[in-house]
């Protein structure tokens, strides 16, 4: 692990009681640098909430009044991207500063991978430890777990998130719908009684619980596509599992069990400054809100679950309001990728929808290369230090370790996160643009290019295509919802931007 510090915590600022605020003298004097800082940052990742899934984004059948509070007090983005529209190749990003399509195995992972992040490269949680912050994680990772032979569940899980930067661990190993159905705390499962072990397989089935394929009569949600496992409380899963009873979740009390954890990792210990990353559940599949939010939104349980979602976003900001730790404290708010509505669970969400419009007015959504597969809804807040508004800058979660390490002073070693920009002056809302170009990316195979407005969709030679063979070009200043194929239109400018997306995608470019 790279731990490179050009000012440390302790040196700076071990003085000052109750932490949190340092604000140092900008160490080269370019004018328009922000002043280092180190404030406490909370970076939450919802998993596959959509554009338009809340009220500050224009949803009117889904009540998130935290939500809303949060856009009102803080700088809303209304052009910010997740690099892919898949989970894991996001988060992948989001901690590595590099674009997840650069590196083979970055695809959405079972729940049995290993670890995909190499420890001996610098990450954002790496970074902000270097700068003497408590680093944590809360929720779902999805980025493997263990060396090249996977976890193991029955004894230490190494490496993993301690591995990478993170000082506490509480995860969730891949998603909801994947085993095994168990959290993982620091390098163990939590609850786990060892007379009971856990076997977890992706290729034959084991164990004698039943599947959801044998007996469908067993399920309490249907199933549309997959997800025909072992059942784990009702529900059945991708993968199977054996043991480890005592430590299953409870799909109802997840959002419940998370949220406290994530506020005994705020309140735990005010003596450094603190990073956490909360990464929920919600709203991804199996959606199964707690009792106390079935029916709270107009829009089925899709709704609900982000209703819950928005719940948990009230407990953090209660519990820095407590703290009095508000106004030394920059909450992020965001999401991993696009939405979905049947993503596998027939669980309604289309038949409920009753007229919402989870990516607004974008094309797309989820596992897609337009703009709904990657623009995500992004609120940051500082109270007193960022401005509220609304800012059009193109920013992406790719650009957290540069931006961060400018934030904190940190140098990032050459070569590592190559790909993210420091656009910490358009985060904090001291410029309105940040990149002229983006590259997006459908989680899987196909890439595409934002240059200003512009956007190139490269052409999809697959013979079940999903994009045009001859490539996709559009004019997002006239026509956001990509309607309007320009590309044998703007010949000069899609073979200007299709020769600028081969030379990004060279190693060693961005
Ligand atoms: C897909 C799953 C989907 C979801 C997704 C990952 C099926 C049919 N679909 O393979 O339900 O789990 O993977 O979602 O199995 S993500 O948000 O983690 O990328
Ligand atoms: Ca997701």
């Known amino acids: ?35 280092l800082a ?22 009117t059948k889904i009540p998130t009044p935290n939500i809303d509070r949060l856009g009102r007090e803080g700088l809303r983005f209304t052009d910010a991207h997740a690099t892919s529209a898949t989970c894991s190749p996001s988060r992948y990003a989001l901690l590595t500063g590099q674009y997840p399509w650069r590196k083979n195995g970055t695809g959405v992972l079972p729940g049995n991978a290993a670890l995909i992040i190499d420890p001996r490269h610098a990450t954002l949680p790496s970074i902000l430890k ?92 249907g199933l549309t596509l997959g997800h025909d496992g072992t059942i784990i ?65 107009g829009c089925g349980v899709r709704g609900d679950v982000i209703v819950e979602f928005d719940w948990s976003v009230g407990q953090i900001l209660a519990a820095l309001d407590q703290m009095k730790l508000a106004s030394n404290t920059i909450v992020i708010l965001t999401s991993d990728n696009g939405p979905v509505l049947d993503d596998g669970y027939d669980d309604r969400s289309v038949v409920d929808l009753n007229g919402h419009t989870p990516a607004g007015h974008l094309r797309g959504g989820k596992y897609s290369v337009y703009e709904g597969g990657t623009r ?30 400018a934030l904190t002073g940190q140098v990032i070693p050459p070569g590592d996160a190559s790909d993210s920009v420091n656009v910490l002056p358009a985060l904090l809302g001291s410029s309105r643009t940040a990149r002229d170009q983006l590259v997006e990316h459908d989680g899987a195979r196909m890439l595409a290019l934002r240059d200003g407005l512009w956007k190139f969709i490269e052409p999809d030679s697959r013979a079940n295509r999903t994009y045009s ?40 470019k961005r």
């Open 469 to 508: 063979l001859a490539g996709e070009l559009y004019d997002l200043e006239q026509d956001l919802g990509e309607t309007n194929n320009l590309n044998s239109t703007q010949r000069e400018r899609r073979y200007q931007l299709s020769s600028t997306l081969e030379q990004t995608r060279q190693p060693g």
């Open 38 to 59: 180190t404030p406490n940052i909370v970076l939450i990742v919802a998993d596959d909430l959509g554009f338009g899934d809340t009220g500050c984004y224009g949803a």
């Open 1 to 35: 692990m790279l731990v490179f510090s050009k000012i440390t915590y302790a040196k700076t600022a071990g003085w000052l009681a109750g932490l949190a605020l340092v604000v140092l003298p900008a160490a080269c004097g370019a004018s328009g640098t922000p002043p």
């Open 233 to 297: 409380d009702g529900i059945s899963r991708i993968g199977f599992m054996t043991g480890g009873h005592a430590a299953r979740w409870k799909d109802e009390d997840k959002a419940d069990v998370l949220t406290k954890k994530a506020v005994d990792f705020i309140t735990q210990d005010a003596r450094r400054p603190f990073f956490l990353e909360f990464a929920t559940h919600d709203p991804h599949v199996p959606r199964v809100p707690n009792p106390r939010f079935v029916g709270q939104s």
């Open 376 to 405: 995500v809804p992004f609120i940051l807040a500082w109270p007193g230090r960022v401005t509220p508004g609304v800012s059009a800058a193109m920013v992406s979660l790719v650009d957290f370790p540069a931006s961060f390490a």
């Open 130 to 221: 270097g700068a003497g912050y408590r680093t944590g994680i809360v929720g779902k990772w999805h980025l493997g777990l263990g060396g090249a032979a996977g976890p193991d569940w029955n004894g230490e899980i190494k490496p993993g998130p301690l591995e990478v930067g993170f000082d506490y661990a509480f995860i969730q190993p891949a998603t909801g719908d994947r085993v095994p159905c168990v959290y993982v705390e620091n390098h163990r499962v939590a609850g786990l009684d060892p007379l009971d072990p856990i076997q977890v397989s992706y290729g034959q089935p084991i164990g004698d619980e039943p599947t959801g394929r044998a007996h469908p009569e067993l399920l309490r949600l």
